[in-house]
């Protein structure tokens, strides 16, 4: 098990690409979760699946914004026409099968994102 | 939007003194978390405390739940360089999102 991993790394890309990044969880784990860090600041939510149900999205993702995760196991997030406000550390989480809102997540490092 | 709001905002103390941090949210939760997130990694999981308990403890950690007055703490005792990190507490309520605050800035020097 080698925990949650993102790709790529780093992205650059001019303002008004399109971006897409990728997810991978730990194996068992059927909840996902996207957040988005900028500098200083914590992580703000963005989405959450259960199994391949997307179950809650953040106000923050407006319709530029996608996420899937389609047989329950990779996700992918992809941003069109980005724009520079868009730049910020894109992170994933994934957490197991469990009672409740009590559980811990596992983040991946993340995936940096600069639009010029 | 945030919900937790960590304080102070930075600390930095010598290596062997303890280090305490705050946090204080808004609105009502099932559980606050605390994880660390060293310069340039991921977040790593600390510490969860449900909301039905008062302190919890995992080795040289410490917290405190007080959801009369909405507020925890976190406190490091013995405190090593390796601590050096931010420190971010999020609340989880009965949604599946967890709200994170801006953190706290921690400094261990040797």
């Known amino acids: 098990d080698t925990g949650v991993s993102q790709n790529p790394r780093h992205k650059i890309t001019k303002r008004g690409q399109n971006v897409t990044f990728r997810c991978d969880p730990i194996s068992e784990h059927n909840r996902l979760y996207w957040y988005r860090q900028t500098l200083g600041q914590g992580p703000e939510f963005l989405t959450y699946f259960q199994n391949e149900a997307q179950l809650e999205k953040s106000r923050l993702l407006s319709d530029r914004f996608s996420a899937e995760r389609p047989k329950g196991s990779f996700s992918t997030l992809e941003i069109q026409r980005t724009e520079q406000g868009d730049s910020a550390m894109y992170l994933c989480?994934?957490?197991?099968?469990?009672?409740?809102?009590?559980?811990?997540?596992?983040f991946g490092p993340g995936t940096r994102l600069t639009v010029t | 939007s945030q919900q937790g709001e960590e304080d102070p905002q930075a600390l930095s103390i010598q290596e062997g003194e303890n280090a305490t941090m705050n946090c204080s949210y808004k609105?009502?939760?099932?559980?606050l978390q605390w994880y660390r997130q060293n310069s340039g990694r991921g977040l790593v999981h600390l510490i969860l405390i449900r909301s039905n308990e008062r302190e919890k403890h995992s080795g040289r950690l410490r917290v405190t739940l007080d959801t009369s007055k909405k507020s925890s703490s976190l406190l490091i005792t013995a405190s090593r360089a390796a601590d050096t990190a931010s420190y971010f507490c999020?609340?989880?309520?009965?949604?599946?999102?967890?709200?994170f605050g801006a953190g706290t800035r921690l400094t261990v020097k040797p």
């Open positions: 609105t009502s939760i099932n559980n």
């Open positions: 999020a609340t989880g309520a009965n949604n599946n999102d967890m709200r």
């Open positions: 989480a994934s957490s197991p099968p469990g009672q409740g809102h009590s559980y811990e997540q596992y």
